[in-house]
């Protein structure tokens, strides 16, 4: 979501813990540990050394951690228990999922189902940077893909999403 003023760097840097944890909690998706991990690395030279040192996290996470990852994120179009966050329900608002036809909101939950029952955790993907027919398409196309390909997609995809998050919330 949008915030009216965005944040400086400095006022970023001057943050307590808890007060980073609940700015950045969900720049990875009900990941506060993410957020956490990252404060310690204070003082940061700008919002992209911040994007930086959350993608070090990301990728220094075993396997395991990743899909761990993966797995806090909603199905697309789905059904999610306590509803989406607030930024999940704009971004995938923004792709056009809230106005799926009843025909393309069978496909892609068809899709979701198998994509997670081959997988084990939801296609992921940058909603700010699709629309409904590239995400139904991506989805097609990555269930081809192998366990290790779709956990690297599922993370690039993660990192995209916080850049896109943290720019919402820290000016560039």
């Known amino acids: 979501m949008a915030r009216k003023t965005l ?10 813990s808890d007060q980073f944890i609940d700015v950045f909690g969900n720049i990875v998706e009900h990941c506060s540990l993410c957020a ?21 996290f990301l ?9 761990g990852v993966l797995r806090l994120h909603p199905d697309l179009a789905g059904n999610v228990a306590g509803g989406l ?20 909101k069978g496909k892609i939950q068809e899709r979701n189902k198998n994509y997670r029952d081959k997988f084990n955790f939801p296609f992921v993907i940058c909603a700010r940077k699709n629309k409904k027919e590239a995400i139904l398409e991506g989805l097609e196309l990555r269930l ?21 998050r943290m720019l919402s919330i820290v000016e560039e």
């Open 144 to 164: 081809q893909n192998s366990n290790e390909e779709e956990v690297t997609n599922g993370i690039e995809q993660v990192k995209l999403i916080a850049l896109l």
């Open 7 to 16: 944040l400086t760097i400095d006022d970023v840097n001057k943050m307590t």
């Open 85 to 104: 966050t607030l930024e999940s329900h704009s971004e995938q608002k923004s792709a056009g999922i809230d106005s799926l036809t009843l025909d393309e």
């Open 36 to 56: 956490a991990a990252v404060w310690q690395h204070r003082p940061f030279q700008d919002v992209h050394h911040l994007h930086k040192v959350v993608c070090e």
């Open 59 to 67: 990728d220094n996470l075993p396997v395991n951690g990743k899909q």
